[in-house]
């Protein structure tokens, strides 16, 4: 198990900039992948960006560009650093992680927090 705490919505305006963490229970190096996930009202959860323990990252086409994930071992935190915000931006993010035992993977998630990008 890992407990995984967001932090850092909030309400910003077009082309602003927000900075989201993820603070995990255990140590990152214990798990497969972190990675920042989007729920907008009436959409399904989307994958943003994810990172992997040998820092690879991915991103979703429509954040190319704009945002960045990033990781600090150390502090077994995560990152989304969010430029440029678009309205169809808006949506609860949520910070997971996954790891393999096995065969199996296991997928922990945070509580999610807002954002809101509007004039």
């Known amino acids: 198990q890992v407990q995984l705490v967001e932090s850092g919505g909030g309400l910003v305006q077009p082309g602003g900039s927000l900075r989201l963490s993820c603070a995990a229970s255990?140590?990152?190096?214990?798990?497969?992948?972190m990675g920042w996930y989007r729920q907008a009202p009436g959409k399904q959860r989307e994958l943003v960006a994810a990172?992997?323990?040998?820092?690879?990252?991915n991103y979703a086409d429509f954040v190319k560009g704009r945002f960045t994930i990033s990781r600090d071992n150390a502090k077994n935190g995560v990152y989304l650093q969010m430029n440029s915000l678009k309205p169809e931006d808006t949506a609860v993010y949520y910070c997971?992680?996954?790891?393999?035992?096995?065969?199996?993977?296991?997928?922990?998630w945070g509580q999610g927090t807002q954002v809101t990008v509007s004039s």
């Open positions: 997971n992680a996954n790891e393999r035992i096995g065969a199996s993977r296991y997928d922990y």
């Open positions: 255990r140590t990152l190096f214990t798990l497969n992948a």
């Open positions: 990172i992997t323990k040998d820092g690879s990252t």
